[in-house]
């Protein structure tokens, strides 16, 4: 059984993610993707559960979780309880669709055992939903002029064989797209004036709950 | 840890300089002070005081330690060749330092020459062989190239001779958790409470890590262990606030039907009504959302 999944990520929550990862540069930093999943699974009137099936996630935000200690549980399960009860509170029926990670290192690109156990969490609840890594040579490439790739790998689950990186060679039945044509020049303008000191985690909310981890000022 | 009157103060002199105007010594000795990693603007403007030769000037014997700052800072920020001027300043007026000997290890790490910098340390380590900053050189070297477990092993060697480096074996902690060895890092949260008895961060740091391992008997420990870190910490540390709340949940779900202890919900609600003193005095757009929670856990705590 072959379906395919799109996966569109609007540039709010790419932009942000990012900036995310370029606040704390020597650190691991994490977070999750928020949107809605829609399209149709195979086998769906028999009770689908296999998440097969052709697939939109369309991610339309982000929220930036912690920059410390990301391999720890009872603040990542607040952050998730926080998080979840927030949208399902707002009208527009969105939830937790993805996960997204950046490695410590610059030279890492190891999906690592905590981006993976958390991945899972996340799947059970949304089985469609992947996990976007940042890809710390095309972010560099950004830096030296423009480009259209999304600078983030992305991994899907499959069922038997986990996560696999959507890749020649590896996930085929997925694609990537930045919703927004723009999305990579607004990031480049981002980041040369500094936005990504703006950018709130869940870590800060909890050192300073005056800040807030929605980051509605951050495109202003 | 920096205080958060030290945090304005820095914040202050941060955003002085960032603007062009400031004292840029007095922000470099703050940093260098409070130990916190400021590389970006310590760098920038670091170099720009000691490219001025009449501000240098007026540094007196500061200025060494404002070379070496600054060098640190610009290998961070991977600005090499400005890190190697600092580095041969200081080489020119100190020849035979083993401190800028260990300066020029670090701008072989910064530039990947791993080999470089270990023969360097090596010889530095036959002659100075109790100086804690060359092991550490090692260590960090093992990590910048992802070798946990090498960084494990020779930060245990490092602590069999300076056990009491705190630092150290908070570091060594984390190291364990990455590798997901809970109860090796459990040991050296053990290690740091009986030595600093009062630090609420310790405690707070253990107590995440019982959460972490689960099972009863850890997430009982943790609830201590949250408990003790609010008291010390004067009832501010929210994560210690939203700890206990988490540790009533997850005991709850934990026991299941049939429990044979009754766990106290005082504890839970107590800590749940400071949370929301809190919330509503400094992040009132999120009461609900904090009530709605905490109020579906205590249901499931008494149910």
Known sequence: MVGSTRYEIAQTAYVKLVLHALKHKTSAVNGVLIGRVSGVGAGDSAGNESGVGNFTVEICNSVPFFHSHLGLLPMLELALTQVDEYFASQKGGLSIVGYYHANERFDDYELSSVARKIGDHITRSCPQAGIFLLDNRQLGVLSKGATQKPVVQLYVREAVRGWRQLAAGGAQNAELVLKEATANSILSDYISEHREQLVVDFDEHLDDISKDWLNTNLFD | ?303
């Open chain 2, 1 to 303: 840890m920096v205080g958060a009157t030290e945090e304005m103060e820095l914040q202050k002199l941060e955003r002085d300089v960032e603007g062009g105007g400031g004292d840029v010594a007095q922000y470099l000795a703050l940093v260098r002070k409070l130990r916190v990693r400021r590389s970006s603007t310590v760098a920038r403007h670091g170099l720009a005081l000691l490219n001025n030769s009449s501000a240098r000037s007026k540094l007196g014997a500061d200025v060494w330690t404002i070379y070496e700052q600054v060098a640190i800072a610009a290998m961070d920020c991977h600005a090499l060749e400005a890190a190697k001027e600092c580095i041969g300043a200081l080489r020119t007026k100190f020849p035979e330092s083993m401190r800028v000997a260990r300066l020029e290890g670090m701008w072989w790490e910064a530039k990947g020459a791993w080999q470089q910098a270990e023969s360097l340390y090596s010889d530095l380590l036959a002659d100075n062989p109790s100086d804690s900053a060359l092991h550490k050189r090692r260590i960090a070297m093992a990590k910048a190239q992802g070798n946990l477990i090498g960084a494990v092993e020779a930060t245990n060697k490092y602590l069999e001779t300076f056990m009491a480096d705190h630092d150290a074996w908070r570091e060594l902690a984390d190291m364990y958790i990455l590798l997901q060895m809970y109860k090796q890092a459990a040991f050296c949260f053990e290690e740091l409470i009986l030595s600093q008895p009062t630090n609420a961060l310790y405690h707070l740091g253990y107590a995440e890590l019982l959460y972490t391992m689960g099972g009863l008997d850890n997430l009982r420990a943790a609830r201590k262990y949250y408990a003790a870190a609010i008291e010390m910490s004067g009832g501010q540390n929210m994560r210690a606030l939203f700890g206990i709340c988490m540790c009533g949940t997850a005991i709850t779900q934990t026991k299941g039907r049939g429990r044979d202890e009754k766990d106290s919900v005082d504890l839970l609600s107590l800590a749940g009504s400071v949370i929301v003193k809190q919330y509503k005095e400094k992040c009132p757009n999120k009461v609900d959302l904090i009530t709605s929670i905490l109020d579906k856990q205590l249901v499931a705590n008494i149910a």
